[in-house]
């Protein structure tokens, strides 16, 4: 058996509390309250319609039986009668047929029915107590985490969750965050050997696609517009989209790979294609020293 103490149930001093104050506790209640309320007047006007009926003309207990066939109004009326789905539900019975309840006992003229709650209540009650032992060996007599551990192992997923999730979005690049950084180069080079070369060229001297190397873009030049040329395609000019297939961070690191291919003169360069671009806010940081390298 562990105890819970609420001490214990606090393990860390800085945890934000959680729950309600007890305003806002209060303010439940009564609604609660108010809502149980509103139904008992519900059932309780119900009843005393039923009541001032009953005394207006009784229903008679039992039907006066009318002997001969049936003829078709009497078997349509009694299809008619057919009890709908709530009362099967509950399994409820017609007040005509409750002489067929009585159980043959009385005490100060008071009759009793024999009237059994329905089957899938029962089975749901007896489900609740086997639940209930379930809990109890699994919590109290098992190893089941109390409360307090719960919580623990909460706070301590959630502060995995929450280094993930940072290390993640440290990898996350786009358009608009890119920046030129030598030290992607070679593992850019990498991606580029193994998915653009096809078309691009070993060097990126261009053959089925254009020229890499040259100062003439066909949809930009600056790092933010190769970002999203690869990112997204060109796909009515044979140029495919590379999202799906490469992360953010390879697309950024063949993307720094290009850019470092500016002005490197490879062999058999495809003739220049699309507008010069000339970037004035950015001087070259790619160095000569980062290309030599690679
Ligand atoms: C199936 C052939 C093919 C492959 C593979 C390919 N490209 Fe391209 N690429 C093209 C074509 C064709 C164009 C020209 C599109 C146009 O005419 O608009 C192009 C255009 C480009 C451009 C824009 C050039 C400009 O002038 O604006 C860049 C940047 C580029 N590709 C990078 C890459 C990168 C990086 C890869 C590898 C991840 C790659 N491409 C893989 C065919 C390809």
New binding site residues.
């Given amino acids: 058996m562990k105890k819970i103490s609420l001490i214990s149930a606090t393990p860390l001093a800085d945890a934000p509390t959680i729950g309600l104050t007890s305003t806002e506790l209060l303010i439940a209640a009564l609604f609660v309250f108010a809502l149980v309320a509103l139904l008992a007047t519900f059932i309780m006007l119900k009843a005393l319609k039923v009541m001032i009926k009953e005394g207006d003309k009784p229903m008679p207990l039992v039907k006066e039986h009318q002997p001969g066939p049936l003829d078709y109004l009497e078997w349509a009326k009694l299809k008619k009668a057919k009890p709908n789905v709530w009362s099967k539900l509950l399994s409820l019975k017609p007040i005509e047929e409750e002489q067929t309840l009585l159980i043959p006992h009385a005490y100060d003229g008071i009759h009793e029915l024999n009237n059994p709650v329905p089957k899938w209540f029962s089975i749901l009650f007896y489900a609740t107590i086997i639940f209930a032992g379930g809990y109890l060996y699994y919590y109290h007599i098992g190893n089941g985490p109390m409360q307090d551990q719960e919580y623990v192992a909460e706070i301590e997923k959630a502060a995995k969750d929450k280094r993930a999730f940072l290390a993640n979005a440290a990898e996350k690049f786009d358009e608009n965050s890119i920046k030129l950084d030598g030290s992607m180069i070679a593992n850019g080079k990498a ?2 050997m193994t ?2 070369v ?3 060229g070993d060097q990126g001297q261009g053959t ?3 020229n ?1 190397t040259d100062e ?6 600056s790092i933010s517009d ?1 970002f999203k ?2 990112k997204y395609g ?1 796909s009515a ?4 989209s ?1 999202e799906k297939n ?1 992360s953010s961070k390879n697309i950024a690191e ?2 720094n790979y ?1 850019m470092s291919l500016k002005g490197s003169k490879p062999a058999n360069p495809k003739a220049p ?2 507008e010069k671009y000339e970037d004035k806010s950015v001087k070259d940081t790619v160095t000569n020293e980062s290309i030599a390298k690679n």
């Avoid at 003439?216 to 030049?221: A, E, M, P, R, S």
């Fill in positions: 991606v580029f998915n653009c096809a078309c691009h089925v696609g254009p890499l003439f873009w066909l949809h930009g030049g190769i040329t690869v060109v000019k044979g140029m495919a590379w490469l063949v993307v290009i294609q699309g």
